[in-house]
């Protein structure tokens, strides 16, 4: 009786004791209750493969009620946002500038066709996401059917059957799912990397107190951040030239864009993610936090919140001006349009201005956990 006793007591005074450092160690606590919420309502409200409002461009060239009644069925879909331009020559730019995922065309001679029962309406689809793109094709197929039909109960004898689609694809005419992942996966491999490489390198020294003798010494802040920055900016620059070989010569994925522009472009991201690698490791100074909190803040955000796996457009307003907030969510777009479309050059100035910004806003958060202080 009495060794199970004592059996008790120590028992009890162990939980007692673990209760308390668990309830002290405060970033194993935020992981442990915290991230199973962030997980749920991210998968719940964010991960979605449906197609909504979807922003697609229709070019009237015939101007006859019935070409307007034809596509009036793309303007009461929920999963279609028709955007009507003049020009075929205006809804390519939508496109290339990723204001619209499609084009439908109605050409001049629909109504006369239309009489011989031959009419043909052409779609193109933005192929750079082949998920969305095989997803509105037919959204739009069945709007435009629908439509038709719906012209032939009202007024029999106008026509002799419904219009054909003519279906084609931009920038993945072999509508390859790889050639949509692997860019993506690019960005993905880039953030990973980046942010794990330097996640650690502060935090490493805080915990071994090799930094406060720095402190003693000439040296500034920012020429230390400099000195931990370029060595890693060499290893990510090898990483991303293997990922580019590995692109083009191992999964055949076309590179139509200057490959100077996508190895700078992929610099200047790597540049953000080793810089929030860097601030993580300086803010947190223990290397365990330090690892865990750069996974839930660059690994996971750039998978799930920056269109690698789904159209933006459909995430709710507060998950998406979250992915906003998010570096990869302007880079993602960028890489696959130079990838995929060749130099968008107005797309990489903007994207490239926000990375940059991304990237002065770190380095001075930095910088100032750097400074030459004991805590």
Request: hydrophobic share 50%; with cysteine.
């Amino acid at each position: 009786m009495m060794a199970g006793a004592d059996t008790t007591r120590r028992l009890t005074a162990l939980i007692r004791k673990e209760t308390r450092q668990m309830l002290r160690d405060r970033s194993n606590l935020m992981v442990g209750l915290l991230l199973p919420i962030v997980l749920n309502l991210l998968f719940g409200y964010g991960l979605s493969f449906d197609v909504r409002n979807a922003p697609v461009a229709v070019v009237l060239e015939d101007r006859s009620q019935m070409a307007r009644e034809v596509t009036s069925g793309l303007d009461g879909s929920p999963y279609i946002d028709a955007i009507h331009v003049d020009a075929m020559a205006d809804a390519e730019r939508l496109v290339r500038e990723h204001e619209a995922v499609a084009i439908v065309r109605v050409p001049s001679d629909f109504s006369r066709r239309a009489g011989a029962g031959s009419a043909a309406v052409q779609v193109i689809l933005n192929g750079s996401d082949t998920t969305t793109a095989n997803a509105l094709e037919g959204y739009i197929a069945g709007a435009i059917g629908t439509a038709m039909q719906h012209r032939a109960d009202r007024a029999p004898g106008t026509g002799r059957g419904g219009a054909t689609v003519i279906q084609r694809i931009w920038f993945n005419e072999a509508s390859d799912s790889t050639w949509y992942l692997v860019p993506g996966l690019l960005v993905i491999v880039i953030t990973l990397i980046g942010a794990l490489l330097t996640s650690l390198l502060i935090a490493r020294e805080w915990e071994r107190g090799t930094l406060e003798s720095l402190f003693v010494t000439p040296v500034r802040p920012h020429e230390i951040l400099i000195a931990k920055l370029l060595p890693y900016l060499v290893i990510g620059a090898i990483d991303i030239v293997t990922c580019l070989a590995a692109a083009r010569f191992l999964f055949h994925v076309p590179i139509r864009g200057s490959l100077i522009v996508i190895f700078l472009a992929a610099m200047l991201y790597l540049a953000v993610s080793l810089l929030l690698g860097l601030f993580i490791s300086g803010k947190v100074r223990n290397q365990f936090e330090a690892s865990q909190i750069s996974l839930l803040a660059s690994f996971m955000p750039a998978t799930m919140l920056s269109g690698f796996v789904f159209d933006l457009r459909n995430l709710p307003w507060p998950v998406w001006i979250v992915s906003q907030l998010v570096p990869a969510t302007h880079f993602m777009p960028l890489l696959k349009t130079l990838f995929l479309g060749g130099n968008n050059w107005t797309m990489l100035a903007r994207d490239s201005l926000i990375l940059i910004a991304y990237g002065a806003v770190l380095g001075i958060a930095t910088t100032r956990t750097l400074a030459k202080r004991l805590d």
